[in-house]
């Protein structure tokens, strides 16, 4: 757990969004069976020089939702179900594939999960670099292996001009990971989404590599979107955290608050499976067994004064797929029973959709937000 939460340092003036999902359903055909909806309306949104830390299971949609925002989903046999995704005043999935060439790559970059299978083999680090600079910048061949070398400097990478020439299977796996950042970077991108960019690293290069992404950000200005599995990274690098489960986002707060007071029972499961060096045990809980208790489907829970639930809601119950016996409510008799409900200024849980949370829906996620420590500088 995070300790003491630091104030927010105060703000000139509030940003517009860099990105804003909005409603998202992405579906993938399953043969003969019944569609599998991999996200069911997500709703959240990246400003400037912000990170967004998106977290969750295996197979909780937080890809998909990184992917769709690059048009990525193979279509068969995905399909935008409903929902917008805004980016510079666009909604990016009514784009065509043309229009999609100017942003994907150029303004909005990604870092995939494995840089090995990610990386052509057969092509130099150099070609496979100036490539995305050719493409989305108006230079020359000369004046794009010129940005490209810098861009191998920037992250870090020993001889750049040297290395141009290697191939990937020459570069050791944090170094892959660098030649990515650098291609994903070269091209100055408003929106990074970076899809767990410091898996299978050992714990010192993966320090380096996020330190290396902080810097980037400070220096550009840049927005990302994190996703991850390790909660010791969001607790030091992410301003805003969007936990998910079953394509839903069922938790968004600030981190410091998510971390002092997390309020779903999935985002509490998390926390109680991981292992404290103060407390010694048999066994470690599991997130199962913290789901299955009722207790758990309470807000506010203890420590959760001033959450403004009840007067306008009622009881706000928790949603949970297959929740224990006796804690679903009576729901409201058309639509989903699930809502994204804002039950403080700055936080929104996932709860069952009844009759009183159908009659007061709540906006979106929205939170202009950064840490004191990233705005003064020290990370």
């Not at 997500?42 to 400003?47: D, R």
Request: hydrophobic share 40%; with cysteine; charged share 20%.
């Amino acid at each position: 757990m995070l300790s003491t939460a630091p104030n927010a340092a105060a703000s000139p003036a509030r940003t517009q969004p860099i990105l804003s999902v909005q409603d998202l359903a992405v579906s993938f055909d399953n043969g003969s069976g019944p569609r599998v909806q991999a996200v069911a309306g997500v709703s959240m949104t990246v400003h400037p020089n912000q990170t967004l830390a998106v977290v969750g299971e295996s197979g909780c949609g937080k890809s998909v939702t990184a992917m769709s925002t690059m048009q990525l989903i193979p279509r068969p046999p995905g399909r935008f179900d409903r929902g917008k995704i805004m980016f510079e005043g666009r909604n990016i999935l009514a784009l065509s594939e043309r229009e999609m060439l100017s942003i994907r790559g150029g303004k909005i970059a990604m870092i995939f999960q494995e840089p090995m299978t990610s990386l052509n083999p057969v092509y130099t680090i150099g070609d496979q670099i100036m490539e995305a600079i050719l493409l989305h910048q108006n230079v020359g061949a000369e004046q794009a292996w010129s940005i490209a070398i810098q861009a191998m400097k920037d992250v870090g990478i020993p001889k750049a001009e040297e290395r141009m020439k290697a191939y990937p299977h020459q570069f050791s796996g944090g170094m892959r990971q660098r030649v990515m950042i650098a291609m994903a970077l070269a091209c100055q991108p408003t929106l990074l989404l970076a899809d767990e960019p410091t898996t299978a690293l050992d714990v010192t290069i993966q320090a380096q590599i996020l330190e290396l992404l902080r810097e980037l950000q400070r220096s550009r200005g840049m927005g990302i979107m994190l996703i991850t599995h390790n909660l010791g990274v969001v607790a030091e690098n992410a301003d805003v955290v969007c936990v998910m489960y079953a394509g839903r986002v069922v938790e968004y707060a600030r981190v410091f608050e998510l971390f002092d007071n997390p309020l779903h029972p999935y985002t509490r499961g998390l926390f109680n499976s991981i292992p404290l060096l103060a407390t010694r045990k048999h066994r470690l809980t599991t997130v199962e067994e913290v789901v299955k208790d009722a207790r758990q489907f309470t807000l506010p829970p203890p420590g959760g004064a001033g959450l403004e639930i009840g007067t306008k809601h009622g009881s706000l119950i928790p949603w949970w797929p297959d929740p224990p016996t006796g804690v679903k409510p009576k729901l409201a008799q058309e639509g989903d029973e699930y809502a994204l409900v804002q039950v403080a200024p700055t936080r929104w849980v996932g709860c069952f959709k009844s009759a009183e949370v159908a009659a007061h829906p709540s906006p979106a996620p929205d939170l202009d937000y950064r840490r004191e420590d990233y705005q003064s500088g020290n990370a």
